[in-house]
């Protein structure tokens, strides 16, 4: 850093940025940085206070920091998220669309209760789909077979680089509540269940979840209340009022903030000209 003499300095949170930032206060580097979920990660935490700005990507974040400084730009996430829907060849139009995904790596706990939450559903005669991403060794064979005996048409893939095609179709989501995923559901406007994930650090996930829950976005569901009963109730409910469905969908679209890049990118250089 004392080779190059950068202009600005924007880390994006996590530890890995803690060393250059204290390394551009030293130098006199000025510092911008971004949190993505609502309750500020320890280094975005202790770096706020010698930050010329702090993006963040929730509302309420605003309230937890202490800098000069904090303004709601979005996460910048893909830009291709929207287009044509196109419903893949083993599923079938005219049925609630339920894309499932429990993380990179997925979730047992997820896969096991939204796919017999399906399975319950369909036995009840409620017409549902599925667009299942159940992550690598979570047992994609026999979630593919337990929809096929029960009757419930679905794509189950350990991973889909091509998210566009899995949210375009969507009606609805079951997912985990990482700020990266709440922001592509908003750039789609598919309302969502949000389990956040319970080992989060410092349970960000959970607040992530309740502010798209206080939005009328999403359906806040803790992983400790969660029961097939409960989520094939959430689902049939979804599902038999689509004036609800669309009212939620609306509010996440609200949600979206598809210019976050820029306005990112404008702090960033405002934080530079300030130095010069």
């Known amino acids: 850093m004392r080779a190059a003499r950068p202009d600005v300095l924007l880390a994006m949170g996590s530890y890995a940025c803690v060393g250059p930032a204290v390394a551009a206060r030293w130098l006199g580097v000025p510092l911008v940085l971004h949190e993505a979920n609502v309750v500020p990660g320890r280094a975005v935490a202790a770096l706020a206070r010698q930050a010329k700005a702090v993006a963040v990507t929730f ?6 920091l202490c800098c000069r400084r904090v303004e709601v730009t979005g996460l910048p996430v893909r830009t291709d998220l929207r287009g044509e829907r196109v419903l893949p060849d083993s599923l079938e139009e005219g049925r609630l669309t339920v894309l499932i995904m429990g993380g990179s790596q997925g979730s047992r706990r997820v896969n096991e209760a939204a796919s017999r939450a399906l399975g319950l559903l369909a036995g009840r005669g409620v017409r549902v789909q599925a667009i299942h991403l159940c992550g690598p060794h979570q047992g994609a064979d026999a ?3 337990y ?3 029960n009757g419930v048409p679905a794509l189950v893939l350990d991973y889909l680089s091509e998210m566009r095609r899995a949210y375009r179709v969507a009606d609805v989501a079951i997912c985990r509540a990482g700020a990266s995923s709440c922001m592509e559901l908003a750039a789609c406007g598919v309302p969502a269940v949000l389990i956040p994930l319970p080992s989060a650090a410092r349970d960000h996930q959970t607040a992530n979840a309740q502010a798209m829950e206080s939005a009328g976005a999403a359906v806040h569901l803790p992983e400790s209340r969660l029961t097939v009963d409960g989520l094939a109730g959430t689902l049939e409910y979804l599902a038999s009022d689509r004036m ?3 009212a939620m969908s609306r509010a996440m679209a609200a949600l979206a903030r598809p210019d976050a890049a820029k306005e990112v990118a404008d702090l960033v250089e405002k934080a530079a000209r300030k130095q010069d």
């Open 147 to 149: 929809y096929a005996g």
């Open 143 to 145: 979630i593919r077979a």
């Open 59 to 64: 509302d309420p974040t605003r309230f937890v």
């Open 244 to 246: 609800a469905r669309d």
